[in-house]
């Protein structure tokens, strides 16, 4: 049985850093990879950062340069490094597994999402 936790979220003023982390057990898909969602009210869910097994990265522009996506095997745990945030980052970060591209139906596991709130 796949279980996705995360942890890290909270509350920051604008500017300042979170990190949080994804640990992931029962998946052994390392083809297709391991992403961050976000979801703020009234918006749909959309990707931020997602890794593969060889390490490759992929971010969209409204993040690149702030978020850092890494992973640690031994841990078996999906970190997301957030740098410089911003009031518009606030929203529900989700772990996701097993999809590729950002496409939200090609992810077959999810974890139960961690809170992250900047204010201005």
């Known amino acids: 049985q796949v279980q996705l936790v995360e942890s890290g979220g909270g509350s920051v003023q604008a500017g300042g850093s979170l990190r949080l982390s994804c640990t992931i057990s029962?998946?052994?898909?390392?083809?297709?990879?391991i992403a961050w969602f976000r979801q703020a009210p009234g918006k749909e869910r959309e990707g931020v950062a997602e890794i593969y097994g060889g390490g490759i990265t992929y971010y969209p522009n409204s993040v690149k340069g702030r978020f850092t996506i890494s992973q640690d095997n031994a841990q078996n745990t999906v970190y997301l490094q957030m740098n410089t945030l911003r009031p518009e980052d606030t929203a529900m970060y989700y772990c996701?597994?097993?999809?590729?591209?950002?496409?939200?139906?090609?992810?077959?596991?999810w974890g139960q999402g961690t809170q992250v709130t900047v204010s201005s």
């Open positions: 996701a597994a097993g999809g590729y591209s950002f496409l939200r139906e090609s992810y077959n596991y």
């Open positions: 029962g998946y052994t898909n390392r083809r297709n990879s």
